[in-house]
């Protein structure tokens, strides 16, 4: 017959002491660093590393192949392929569909503020050409045009260049004059 098992009297946790604070020791003077020049000057430890030695032999870890795998096209020296080569698949590029033009010719105008206007001097006309001497413009023989941000404080006769309708606006106000 089995024997019946006894319960045993039940084991208490036993709860952790609480640790004795130590005290921390008294901080140590500050290093003496010594001074730099030019000929103390080293790289930080592990920082500069040897160059690999590729296809040197087997015990280097990168010989044989140089780590560059199998045979084929990216074995080779300069096998790389071209952007956007899918591996003969149609390329994204070509699966697209295409739509709309962009003319090759379009010259976009170069925009002033009538703020920087009072880079100019005093009864100056505003011209392309006084526009790319203030640095204004970086070409005087592309388009440019005048837009109204900001304020303008002195009379400008403007020739030659367009100006939008707040900028007009700003112009005449100050008793400048705009021709076509």
């Known amino acids: 017959m089995a024997k019946a098992r006894t319960k045993s009297p039940t084991k208490r946790k036993a709860r952790a002491k609480p640790r004795a604070r130590t005290r921390t020791a ?8 010594p001074r730099i020049t030019l000929s103390t000057l080293r790289p930080p430890p592990g920082s500069h590393r040897a160059r690999l030695r590729k296809g040197r032999g087997p015990g280097s870890g990168l010989g044989k192949t140089a780590g560059r795998g199998g045979k084929g096209q990216t074995a080779r020296q300069g096998g790389k392929v071209r952007p ?21 010719f379009k010259q976009v105008a170069q925009v002033v503020n009538v703020r920087h206007l009072g880079q100019l001097a005093e009864g100056l006309e505003v011209t392309p050409e006084t526009l790319f001497g203030a640095g204004l413009v970086r070409r005087p023989d592309h388009p440019i045009k005048l837009l109204g941000t900001g304020d303008v404080q002195r009379k400008f006769s403007v020739k030659g260049v367009k100006v939008s309708a707040s900028a007009r606006s700003k112009i005449e106000q100050a008793g400048g004059t705009i021709a076509s």
């Open 26 to 33: 008294p901080k140590a003077p500050a290093l003496e660093l």
């Open 84 to 104: 956007g080569f899918e591996g003969g698949q149609m390329p994204l590029i070509r699966r697209i569909p295409k739509r709309g033009f962009t003319n090759p």
